[in-house]
């Protein structure tokens, strides 16, 4: 699925330290850049944010988070930069405030 965000593309890192363990199976997807390079990706999940879906993305490999705004229309599923600076920041604090509240109630079940 190619999402046309190019090397430009905002990433954002978790960097909470925790281990995040997810029971389920992971979904992987492979993004194409613009340059057609392709990224293999594990999906972290999806979220809202002022009636807008966002996907979360983490590199195979790495251990830099990527977000992007999520849309499926028909079947087809498109990934959209973030342009703006505000909504990427907005995006981002609701991303780490779930990771925040996933790693609390790791560490308190430890």
Do not use: W
């Amino acid at each position: 699925m190619g999402c046309g965000c190019g090397d430009e593309y905002k990433a954002s890192h978790c960097g909470c330290g925790c281990h995040h363990n997810i029971e389920e199976e992971i979904q992987t997807v492979t993004i194409t850049l613009e340059d057609n390079t392709n990224v293999e990706c594990d999906i972290l999940g999806t979220f809202d944010v002022d009636d807008k879906e966002y996907i979360t993305l983490l590199p195979i490999g790495d251990d830099e988070v990527l977000i992007y705004r999520y849309t499926e229309n028909d079947g087809e599923v498109s990934l959209d930069l973030i342009e703006s600076d505000e909504e990427f920041a907005k995006v981002s604090e609701v991303f780490y405030s779930l990771f925040q509240d996933e790693c609390e109630e790791e560490n308190s079940e430890e």
